[in-house]
């Protein structure tokens, strides 16, 4: 069912289906962010329309029940849906009556703005709008218990103290409506049942032309937010300047950059992927360059950049705060961080920036050769080695029962190109800012060297996985070795891991794992634990595009057609984005997050290059 998503600007959001109906325990109108997104608050869960034609009342939501049923199926009246300049529209057709329904974030503040709009009609029409509400963890549910705290202020009311509601003609209500149920949550294997409070209904006689403006926000409750109509078109102001500023020449590109913008936090800082992730280090340095230097937004990324260095520690950067905690378990989210300076510089001419940031790098990658966490040091061949007993530090990092999936302890193909690229990164930095280049350009060296001969297979069969790790080398064909190839510092300038990689390649992009290994498994779905062992283990991941497309283009090998699919997905799943995986069989279901952050970076930096450019 295709999904619509509007971003605050602070990793809160309103998303939902096209139809109405709310399947996931994350869809909401107001979905309130802490720390970019790392806890999120499900605030107003739906504002449900409902005409008042003479003595028919027609109710334009749509809900699913815990006893299976549907009701009332609004979905039954919609003519039209579109989302257009970011902005979510929907048409209903009642009779000769014509609803439509708009929806904005009041940007850079938590709230939500949506309009009431009577397009036809013979006569006054009564609309109401009524308002189900919660307060709760985004991740969890909330079942019937003492009544809330609603209470009344001017054109609407307070829920529990945490946000406000203002719209006319506010009518109190107050019930539990028991058993709203999520259908993706019970395909996954999670809670999937609720309870939510009917908290009234905001209602208003409308002639053609005229509207109901609800808006919802959190924060400072006493600071009025601008009326509805005014956050609706502030938003597409937003994604024509954004448009603007990007230099976007066709409706694929003018998507892709209106989509971008979603993950985009103040900080600034990126969202890893909607609705359940916050920041990622290693999502938002793979992001980076599409999320920032394709759209023109370099000024914020150079921001982002600076920030990020100073956060080093031990050369390491901090993975995510997902998890409740700050924690350092990433091998390559460093080494992403170099390449991002890197290609910054290289784009933008800002030596400054370099000047800015070398001394951290090069301190950081001072803490990779000498040692750092979870066992991380330059082995004696100049390569990058890693791993611990039950630690993941690959982007492979997958868990269940708290062991690895794709554990990947010993020297990664993937790290070992980025090591040999970030040398490289580092070393050009230096040299750009008239500073001695030596030490890293001979780690380079050493590293390049002992990297085609570690990890180059004989034959013509690409890369190994993993060499010297417990298991010895792994020959599992897998897409990490396209980085060998595809990075601007990459080790090889052969085409065989390019060719090794070309049965994992599908419409959405590339299989983790080859169908021909016997640990394959072609669907990415069911529970927690079924997922988990199928996230790298053949699943699709869509921003491995970008890594095959530097590869092609940095060998001359055509890639006609490559992003076709990809690009058709835009208006699937995550309407106008790029979801996070998909099925590793045919038809390639999507799955996991419907909007993720790299999926549209990549997709976006390599449709704007266009094939052949680098």
Known sequence: MREWLVADGLGGYASGTVAGLRTRRYHGILVVAR????????????????????????????????????????????????????????????????????????RGRPGVGVVHRVVRAPGPVRVEVEALCTWRDAHGERFAGPDPSVSPVASGFVFEGAYRLRGPGYVPAGAWYRGVRYREEAERGLGCVEDLWFAGRFVALLTPGDALEVDCWAGDLDDEPPPARAAVVDARRRAAALVATAGATDDHMRALVVAADQFVVEGPDVVAGYPWFGSWSRDTMTSYEGLFLATGRAGEGRALLVRAASSLSRGMLANTADVGTTTYNTIDATLWLLHAACRHVSRTGDVDLASELVRALADAVEHYVAGTRFGICMDADGLLTGGEEGIALTWM????????????????????????????????????????????????????????????????????????????????????????????????????????????????????LSPEDPAYRPVHRGGVADRDRAYHEGTVWPWLVGPYADACDRLGVARDGLLTGLLAHLGDDGIGSVSETADGAAPHGATGCPF???????????????????
């Open 596 to 614: 993720q952050a790299w999926s549209v970076a990549e997709l976006l930096r390599v449709h704007a290059r266009g094939p052949g450019a680098r």
């Open 35 to 106: 720390d970019a997104g790392s806890a999120r608050m499900l605030g107003v869960a739906s504002l449900d329309p409902v005409l008042v034609i003479g003595e028919r009342r027609v109710r334009l939501a749509t809900h699913e029940w815990a006893s299976g049923a549907v009701d009332p199926v609004g979905n039954a009246h919609l003519v039209r849906f579109a989302v257009e300049g970011g902005v979510p529209r929907w048409t209903f057709a009642v009779g000769d009556v014509v609803l439509e329904r708009e929806l904005a974030a009041h």
């Open 397 to 512: 990092d997958a868990r269940v029962d708290e062991a690895p999936v794709t554990a990947r302890a010993g020297k990664a193909v993937e790290v070992n190109a980025l090591w040999v690229n970030g040398l490289a990164s580092l070393a050009t930095l230096l040299e750009a800012t008239g500073a001695d280049a030596s030490r890293p350009r001979a780690l380079e060296r050493l590293a390049r060297a002992a990297f085609a001969r570690r990890f180059v297979r004989p034959g013509g069969h690409g890369c190994f996985d993993v060499v010297d790790g417990p298991g010895g080398d792994d020959p599992s064909v897998r897409p990490n070795q396209l980085l060998a190839v595809s990075l601007p510092y990459a080790p090889l300038d052969d085409a065989a891991p390019l060719r090794a990689c070309a049965p994992l390649l599908t419409p959405l992009g590339l299989r983790s």
